[in-house]
């Protein structure tokens, strides 16, 4: 039997990891002094006061190892075939940790996958090698059509309400920050191969730029599998969330709408109000 596990940024609601037997390790968050456990001790509520009142984002930090393993150990005693994603090698040294947890508990056979992505970017990776495990595939054959089919197919793009937390992380300049801010500015962030990157700008208020995101993207939406699609967020207000899900259903494609929330990890880097739609693009024939 295969067993399927993630880290804590793949941001799958309860119900679907409980749905498909997804067992989570938990990033860090690093907030003064304290260091605390990504959708265990913190939440993202907790992590926006935080920088509002420092002036400063959180650190976050790949899993501790010492956790891992004790996460991973009653697994390993149960003699299962171990898949692990973890958000993109790219962005974090997460996977080698689970790797370093694999060699203590001396265990061959704990796979790790890099997911090349993030939030539910991997997500959508972690349902699809579950379902494939519950159809009884070997590791062998789930980490293939993973690596090999799904992982390029992945569409993962957000759009940040704020400049201000990525330029307190470092990923734009104070001045870069401030002109979007008084312009209303809020970047499109794609993931390619692993990265961000911008793949475009919008403006106005979040329910407009957000709308806007929506129609821009319907030529891919048209060209992706069926079967589910993802609103991620950070907390965005009910109306525009529910505004999205409505111009995507009316689409008529998808099965599944998954709505979830970003965790504390994915949120401190995004800010508040960040909104992404994560799809995988129709395999080629």
């Not at 962030?189 to 793949?199: E, F, H, L």
């Not at 609103?231 to 529910?242: A, K, P, R």
């Not at 709505?259 to 504390?264: K, L, M």
């Amino acid at each position: 039997m295969v067993k399927i596990i993630a880290d804590s940024t793949c941001d799958l609601s309860e119900e679907l990891l409980k749905q498909y037997d997804i067992t989570i390790i938990p990033l860090c968050v690093i907030m003064g002094n304290n260091t605390y456990l990504d959708g265990v001790e913190v939440r993202k509520e907790e992590i926006f006061a935080w920088a509002d009142s420092e002036n400063s984002l959180p650190k976050t930090a790949a899993p501790d190892l010492e956790n891992a393993v004790r996460i991973l150990e009653p697994l390993t005693k149960e003699e299962k075939d171990i898949i692990f994603f973890g958000i993109s090698e790219e962005m974090s040294s997460t996977c080698n940790v689970i790797r370093l947890a694999g060699e203590y508990l001396k265990y061959d056979r704990l796979y790790i996958i890099n997911s090349g992505n993030l939030s539910t970017g991997i997500g959508l990776q972690v349902i699809k090698a579950a379902e494939m495990a519950g159809e009884g595939k070997s590791p062998e054959t789930i980490i293939a059509y993973i690596n090999n089919n799904m992982k390029a197919l992945i569409r993962a793009s957000f759009v940040v309400d704020t400049l201000t937390y990525l330029h307190m992380g470092g990923r734009c300049s104070s001045v870069a920050a401030l002109l979007g801010n008084v312009l209303h500015l809020k970047p499109m962030i794609t993931v390619k191969a692993g990265k961000m990157g911008i793949g475009g700008k919008y403006r106005g208020s979040n329910k407009k730029a957000l709308l806007n995101y929506v129609q821009d993207l319907i030529p891919d939406l048209k060209k992706a599998d069926p079967e589910r699609v993802f609103i991620t967020h950070s907390g965005c207000e009910d109306e525009t969330v529910d505004l999205v899900y409505r111009e995507i259903e009316k689409l008529k494609i998808f099965r599944h709408i998954h709505i979830t929330f970003a965790g504390a990890v994915i949120s401190s880097h995004c800010g508040p109000k960040t909104l992404g739609v994560l799809f995988t693009e129709k395999e080629p024939f």
